[in-house]
């Protein structure tokens, strides 16, 4: 397809399950990015890649937090041992980084997950 | 506080009216301003894309910044009930990668 496509749509694990979360970005966007949306709030960045290479992960709430994206193009975000606090949307994005509106991100329509 | 603030609202306004939305912000090395639009249970988006101070107009929307101020502003004229979304602001540093920092986003309902 054209746009980001993320899966699963929606989730539900119970207290403890381990998670992966999956993107695949558009075709030759080199950056692509992970962001963590509470209800009711705006998207939190957790980590970012450009090609293979994460530049920063700095928005990781933890260490049961991993992302890869080991040939530049899908990636996986793996959340271990999950918790309650971990319930939110996980939007994927990804970007050219040239052109008239540098930086723009495209956003996927995200990963409901659910821990209970 | 947060480096980006935007009130979350709810706003609800009659068709027809305009909007004005906003953020505040505090770090002065934000050099790209965006707007987002999400409807429910979608993704973010992209509106408007703003480098640096000034105005721009698209249609309906238009978009300013003052970094002065450190202020940026959304008005939306002639609002119709299909503008009824979640709007966020958003904002990055120079240069051409790295992450958008988000506001919370202003939930909008036109009412016919």
């Known amino acids: 397809g054209a746009g980001v496509s993320q899966s699963p749509r929606y989730k539900v694990a119970k207290r403890g399950q381990d998670v992966a979360l999956r993107c695949d970005p558009i075709s030759g966007h080199v950056s692509l990015f992970w962001y963590q949306q509470a209800l009711g709030q705006g998207p939190e960045f957790l980590t970012y890649f450009q090609n293979e290479a994460q530049l920063d992960k700095s928005g990781l709430p933890s260490d049961r937090f991993f992302a890869e994206r080991p040939e530049g193009s899908v990636s996986t975000l793996k959340i271990q041992r999950t918790q309650q606090e971990d319930s939110a949307v996980y939007l994927c994005a990804s970007s050219l980084d040239r052109g008239p509106n540098t930086g723009e991100l495209f956003f996927g329509e995200g990963s409901r997950l659910t821990v209970l | 506080q947060k480096e980006v603030e935007q009130d979350p609202g709810p706003l609800s306004v009659p068709e027809g009216a305009i909007v004005s939305l906003n953020c505040t912000y505090s770090?002065?090395?934000?050099?790209?301003f965006m707007w987002y639009r999400q409807y429910s249970r979608k993704g973010p988006e992209l509106l408007m894309y703003t480098y640096s101070s000034g105005n721009k107009e698209d249609g309906r929307f238009t978009a300013q910044v003052d970094k002065s101020s450190k202020y940026i502003s959304l008005f939306i004229r002639d609002s119709q009930p299909s503008d009824s979304a979640t709007y966020l602001c958003a904002m990055k540093k120079g240069g051409s990668q790295g992450n958008l920092i988000f506001g919370k986003g202003t939930k909008l309902s036109v009412k016919p």
């Open positions: 770090n002065s090395a934000f050099q790209y």
